[in-house]
């Protein structure tokens, strides 16, 4: 199965500053990629699809970039609710992997 | 609105049998492939395996194949996951998710709320 390794674990930012968070598949991908947020206590909630595209409702500060095995999800101009761990998702080959997550809190 | 509904938190012990449940409403259920996502206390997420209820084929991942069965009910828009004997490492949340398809594989664009199953003698 494929190994997505995330990056850092913990990412500490300040409200307001810009967070970058890196994803790396074990073999290509393609584009199919996928990011999810995840607050506690809570289910996590789509974001990104298509290693760049916007889930509905998912504001424009959230983006997503790169392809086979090396993927970034950024978040500009952090907001308060933006502080939780996200994963990311590979979904080009079965059985579907996750990574570890990355935990971004509040500096 | 597009809505899966989980059943309740469970308390079980050792070697008992438990189903639980995720009601889908608001779209299609057999248009659409439906699975389970582990997370164990404190830990990441993990794809378990997928049904299609509109002919029942089933996916299991490797590690999940033969512990658990993951089953649908078109005729009630539901699908279950079940154990025949749980053991304490099964105690996890559990999210049913809904598959929609994205030009190779299938991501994850509505979750249940979680079921959390708790194993404990």
């Known amino acids: 199965e494929i190994l997505m390794t995330q990056s850092p674990a913990t990412l500490s930012v300040s409200p307001g500053e810009r967070a970058t968070l890196s994803c790396r598949a074990s073999e290509s991908v393609s584009s199919n990629l996928a990011w999810y947020q995840q607050k506690p206590g809570q289910a996590p909630r789509l974001l990104i699809y298509?290693?760049?595209t916007r889930a509905t409702g998912i504001p424009a500060r959230f983006s997503g970039s790169g392809s086979e095995t090396e993927f970034t999800l950024t978040i500009s101009s952090l907001q308060s609710e933006n502080f939780a761990v996200y994963y990311c998702q590979q979904y080009n080959t079965w059985p579907y992997t996750f990574g570890q997550g990355t935990k971004l809190e509040i500096k | 609105e597009v809505q899966l509904v989980q059943s309740g938190a469970e308390v079980k012990k050792p070697g008992e049998s438990l189903k639980i449940s995720c009601k889908g409403s608001?779209?299609?259920?057999?248009?659409?492939?439906i699975g389970w996502v582990r997370q164990m206390p404190g830990k990441g997420l993990e794809w378990m395996g997928v049904?299609?209820?509109?002919?029942?084929?089933?996916r299991y991942r490797p590690s999940f194949q033969g512990q658990v069965t993951i089953s649908a009910d078109k005729s009630i828009t539901t699908a279950y996951l079940q154990w025949s004997s749980l053991k304490a490492s099964d105690t996890a949340m559990y999210y049913c998710?809904?598959?929609?398809?994205?030009?190779?594989?299938?991501?994850?664009?509505?979750w249940g709320q979680g079921t959390l199953v708790t194993v404990s003698s």
């Open positions: 998710v809904r598959h929609y398809f994205g030009g190779t594989g299938y991501y994850f664009d509505y």
């Open positions: 298509g290693a760049s």
């Open positions: 608001g779209y299609s259920f057999t248009s659409y492939w």
């Open positions: 049904i299609f209820p509109g002919d029942s084929d089933t």
